[in-house]
């Protein structure tokens, strides 16, 4: 398949498209397979993989309400082969269930933020442009970026940028935040991003980009719980895949990627006692590694798509039932 053909609106490029589809090659091949998207967004992987397998029945699972109505748009030729559900990843079991299915063929994991709440201004996710500080995926829910940034302690916003977004200097902009909302409530992605370019001393501004990425990512994170739910929802997704089945996770940044490396890494070892001549049957591991480390997008990707860049992809599949 011609990854091209599934050019996003306004250009963009299913991530990892070619390696998405051969991975989920094998597990689909079955008579009516099921495969859950947990995180659907401008649902391109959906579409190419709908294309691939003409009996795929797919489930498009996704919180933001705009991309479930622009999916639905774009899924439109394979309507009665999708069911498209406004849902946090981590309720899959109740989603499965409520579909009529108990058990998939496949789930992939296209974690963080989509190319629509990136480059709408009024989302409030990027620091390149001036909006309010929103960040919330699901427009429904309370807590903002709004909320955090001007309500949580100057402890807890340490916290947040120290563990989410791996800030070195996460005490001194928590404080130069803490500074700044005393004078007025901040309100802008816009002021955020000056506060904390100021917090960064001048040195370590001349390297790694934009000096707000790292806290616009953990304010984002925060805003959505998002590795909360991928903790919970990556072991609910192994625990529903067939013999067989394949889960699939893209993740864009070292906390998700080390997360996923955890639970893959947990569910593929033996966890008998060590130097046993038989490998007791009750403690062989019931998924094997597809991939081998993390894989990273190749050149030709880079060069068409660059917001690929941070992108890695790891793969498992269930080799036996639980006993």
Excluded: C, W
């Amino acid at each position: 398949m011609h990854v091209n053909s599934h050019a996003e609106p306004g250009g963009h490029v299913p991530v990892m498209l070619r390696r998405v589809l051969e991975l989920f090659a094998p597990a689909l091949a079955v008579p009516a397979p099921v495969l859950v998207d947990a995180n659907l967004g401008l649902g391109g992987h959906a579409e190419a993989l709908l294309a691939a397998h003409p009996a795929l029945h797919l489930i498009g699972v996704d919180r933001d309400p705009v991309a479930i109505e622009r999916s639905t748009a774009r899924l439109a030729p394979y309507a009665d082969r999708t069911t498209l559900v406004k849902a946090v990843s981590d309720e899959l079991p109740e989603v499965l269930a409520a579909a009529g299915r108990d058990r998939a063929d496949g789930v992939l994991f296209d974690l963080g933020v989509s190319s629509p709440q990136l480059d709408e201004a009024e989302r409030g996710f990027a620091y390149s442009y001036d909006a309010p500080l929103d960040m919330r995926m699901d427009t429904g829910q309370e807590l903002t970026a709004d909320a955090v940034v001007n309500t949580y302690s100057e402890g807890e916003l340490t916290r947040i940028l120290r563990d989410y977004g791996e800030e070195r200097f996460a005490s001194r902009v928590a404080r130069f935040i803490a500074r700044e909302r005393e004078a007025g409530h901040i309100t802008s992605t816009k002021r955020l991003a000056e506060i904390v370019r100021d917090a960064i001393p001048a040195a370590t501004r001349r390297t790694g980009g934009n000096p707000a990425k790292r806290t616009f990512q953990a304010l984002r994170i925060e805003v959505n719980g998002e590795l909360t739910a991928f903790e919970r929802a990556l072991p609910a997704a192994l625990d529903a895949l067939v013999v067989g089945g394949r889960v699939v996770v893209l993740a864009y940044h070292s906390l998700e990627d080390r997360l996923a490396k955890r639970i893959l890494t947990a569910r593929t070892r033996d966890t008998g006692p060590p130097g046993l001549p038989v490998p007791l049957p009750s403690h062989q591991p019931r998924f094997r590694l597809v991939t081998r480390g993390a894989e990273l997008p190749d050149e030709e990707e880079l060069a068409r798509n660059p917001r690929a860049a941070s992108a890695r992809l790891r793969a498992a599949e269930r080799i036996r039932e639980p006993k």
